[in-house]
């Protein structure tokens, strides 16, 4: 299998300031390698967000004997009337999770002020303090994708869910939600027009929200809420290097 990363951004590289635009990660056998790499620098180039000038594809081939398989994890929808009521069901959700109420208010706020991160933010899921000190990178998950029959049976199983980007928040979702010291997710996108999250983990599975913010808002993100007993660099190790494929 290969590892596909790309990155892209408008006005340079993001370490130069640059605005981010689209990022994507997959796992995929040869045979389509070439596929992806293009699909990916058609994201980059037809991106809500801008006009990208930075164009960054990472191709490395991961052996197959670090490979571990997980099942996705089992997903939900609750249709709300406003944002307001989006971020109610989210805050209920994070808090079945084990997420304090402080913690929430606090990574809510988070992601209504950030328009330009690239990865997610590591939060205590007790105090709501940021813990990674990456600033607009933040941790990338890397390393994931769907195995071929895996996709096919999930897609079958959820047909009205079958876009490119609800796959890869799955297969995110899944991979993260298996991490050590994790305890829940909260994601809504940094695209304007796109404004269904998530909040995730093992136990409740992924429970998509309909709002989580106006439509035109190019603040979104991802927090990885995380338990107090937490070592942060085997947590990046597991979300950087450890390869997961979807069964
Ligand atoms: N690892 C960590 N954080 C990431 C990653 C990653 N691999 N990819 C994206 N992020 C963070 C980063 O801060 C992005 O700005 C932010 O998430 C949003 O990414 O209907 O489209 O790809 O079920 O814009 C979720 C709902 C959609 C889908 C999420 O996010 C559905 C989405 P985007
Ligand atoms: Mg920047
Ligand atoms: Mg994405
Ligand atoms: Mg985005």
């Known amino acids: 299998m290969y590892s596909v990363r790309m990155r892209a951004a408008e006005g340079g590289p993001h370490e130069q300031g640059g605005f981010h635009i689209s990022g994507g990660e997959t796992l995929v056998p040869k045979s389509v390698l070439e596929e992806t790499a293009r699909t990916y620098v058609q994201k980059a180039l037809q991106h809500s967000r801008g006009d990208a ?31 307001e009521e989006g971020h109610l069901k989210a805050a209920k959700c994070l808090q079945n999770a084990g997420v304090s109420e402080k913690a929430i208010k606090k990574g809510i706020q988070m992601l209504q002020s950030t328009t330009d991160l690239r990865g997610a933010m ?52 899944t991979k993260v939600a298996h991490a050590p010291f994790l305890v829940a997710e909260l994601c809504w996108s940094d695209d304007p027009e796109y404004v269904t999250g998530y909040v995730s983990c093992r136990e409740k599975g992924y429970v998509r929200i309909t709002h989580l913010k106006e439509k035109g808002d190019f603040a979104g993100g991802r927090i990885f809420f995380v338990a107090e007993d937490l070592e942060i660099e085997s947590l990046i190790a597991y979300l950087e290097q450890t390869s997961v494929l979807l069964t």
């Open 122 to 173: 590591i939060v205590s899921a007790l105090t709501g303090e940021r813990l990674d000190y990456r600033g607009e990178r933040g941790v990338r998950a890397t390393r994931m994708g769907w195995s071929k029959e895996g996709y096919a049976r999930w897609s079958a199983m959820h047909p009205e869910l079958s876009s490119p980007r609800v796959a890869e928040a799955i297969v995110l979702a």
């Open 53 to 83: 000038d930075f164009i960054q594809v990472i191709i490395e081939k991961v052996s197959a004997e670090h490979l571990i398989r997980i099942a996705p994890l089992s997903v939900s929808t609750i249709a709300v009337q406003s944002v």
